[in-house]
């Protein structure tokens, strides 16, 4: 059995495809693993979670940077989100908010289950449909679910590794703060760098 990388944009594993001198694909397959890349946003990644995702692979791996609320995180760090819930899946009830699971209707917040100890900071993420910006939005995020991570693919891969009863980790490198929207600030390239490196080496050590 394999073990599925998956990741937004092939931009975030750009030194893995060069290490393994991999096809430049959007699925790819080596000897020990794949990889897919899913394009941004939940929507795409559980498109093709839903083509791709089958039981001959016994983990995925969920790569990619994300953003932190939680300033004791240092840009460019790892870590390993063992929780990630659906922000916006609900329904506005005046100033309330009514998460899928207050209305009945599902879940909203799902766990990873891997058996694997990586010695990464666990942390809780929020995957959202819009990246936070703005100081009201972030405020009520975190009033409301008390999150250290975001991202916009996380849930989903949790979402769908659960319902096909797969071993997931999500391990991201963290690019920036969530606060008012600053590039200047962001540190992509050391957090891709960082990225990269953790995933190399794991997957090395798998073969």
Request: aromatic share 8%; net charge negative; charged share 20%.
């Amino acid at each position: 059995m394999k073990t599925l990388v998956v990741a937004a944009t092939k931009a975030e594993l750009t030194f893995l495809y060069q290490h393994f001198n991999l096809d430049d694909g959007d699925f790819v397959e080596a000897k020990n693993f794949d990889i897919l890349i899913t394009g941004v946003g939940m929507v795409a990644t559980a498109f093709a979670l839903g083509k791709h995702l089958t039981h001959k692979y016994k983990l995925v791996i969920n790569l990619g940077i994300a953003g932190s609320f939680d300033r004791n995180i240092e840009l460019g760090s790892l870590v390993n989100i063992t929780e990630d819930t659906f922000a916006e899946l609900g329904a506005e009830d005046g100033e309330n908010f009514l998460t899928i699971t207050d209305l009945g209707f599902g879940e909203n917040t799902y766990k990873a289950k891997c058996s694997i100890n990586t010695n990464i900071l666990k942390v809780t993420g929020v995957t959202v449909n819009r990246v936070s910006g703005n100081d009201k939005n972030i405020r009520n995020l975190m009033e409301r679910l008390n999150p250290q991570t975001e991202s916009m693919e996380g849930a989903a891969v949790l979402y769908a590794c659960q319902k096909e009863h797969v071993d997931c980790l999500q391990i991201r490198s963290i690019s920036n703060y969530v606060e008012p929207r600053n590039r200047d600030k962001w540190q992509i390239g050391l957090a891709i760098k960082n990225l990269n490196d953790w995933a190399i080496a794991f997957l090395t050590d798998m073969n």
